[in-house]
């Protein structure tokens, strides 16, 4: 089965860095995803880590550990339009499994 | 756009009603998902379907049934509604069975109000 946890709100002030942990159990685990989704809006696809480490994309970086079943979410130099929810998402048994999702809140 | 068409948009119906969720998935991907996102809850996995066998199944009501057809669209049929099933429901695709290194696209969704 699966099991992922994340926090459920998170705040920061524009311009600053957030750091999101998700933690999952995920049997037939094939990697861990990240996807933005604004509210009323269809999820978009932010991230993908299959191996352990740090995956770097612009101001959104992923970082995974299997051993540990841990990956975070690092979002820098916070906008305004960042504000959404982000979630974590684990790939295993031919589906993705998502967790209940961070709400982000960005403050000026 | 993301390539992945969902109809309708909007949804309202009368409880103990059926209604049927119409998907077109993204050109070249085979796998279709659907997923059920009610108020402040998280995407629940209904089911998955590959080149139109199902392959797998979540949390998904007997109440509920779908299908997909050999042009891949899908369908999501839900049949003697309840308040409950009052939510987004989304489609994604994929090439693969789970997404590869892009995940999946979803849909805008369809949003079921059942009154």
């Known amino acids: 089965g699966q099991n992922i946890d994340q926090p459920t709100e998170m705040t920061a002030t524009e311009g600053a860095i957030v750091q999101i942990n998700c933690t999952y159990q995920?049997?037939?685990?094939?990697?861990l995803f990240w996807y933005q989704q604004h509210a009323g809006e269809a999820p978009t696809f932010l991230s993908y880590n299959v191996l352990d480490g740090l995956e770097e994309k612009g101001r959104f970086s992923s970082f995974l550990s299997r051993s540990k079943g841990y990956s975070y979410l690092l979002l820098k130099e916070l906008q305004m339009k960042d504000s959404a929810s982000y979630l974590c998402a684990s790939g295993g048994d031919y589906k993705l499994s998502f967790g209940a999702g961070t709400t982000v809140t960005v403050r000026a | 756009d993301s390539g992945v068409t969902q109809t309708p948009k909007h949804l309202i119906t009368a409880t103990g009603q059926r209604v049927t969720l119409r998907c077109s998935p993204r050109?070249?991907?085979?796998?279709v998902y659907w997923y059920q996102q009610s108020l402040d809850q998280g995407l629940q996995f209904l089911i998955q379907?590959?080149?139109?066998?199902?392959?797998a199944k979540g949390n998904i009501l007997e109440r509920f049934s779908a299908q997909q057809f050999p042009d891949l669209h899908s369908e999501l049929n839900l049949s003697s509604l309840e308040l409950g099933d009052s939510a987004l429901y989304f489609c994604a695709s994929s090439v693969a069975g789970t997404g590869g290194s892009y995940g999946y696209t979803f849909g805008s969704g369809t949003r079921l109000t059942v009154v």
């Open positions: 379907y590959y080149n139109g066998e199902e392959r």
């Open positions: 995920t049997s037939g685990f094939n990697g």
């Open positions: 050109s070249g991907d085979l796998s």
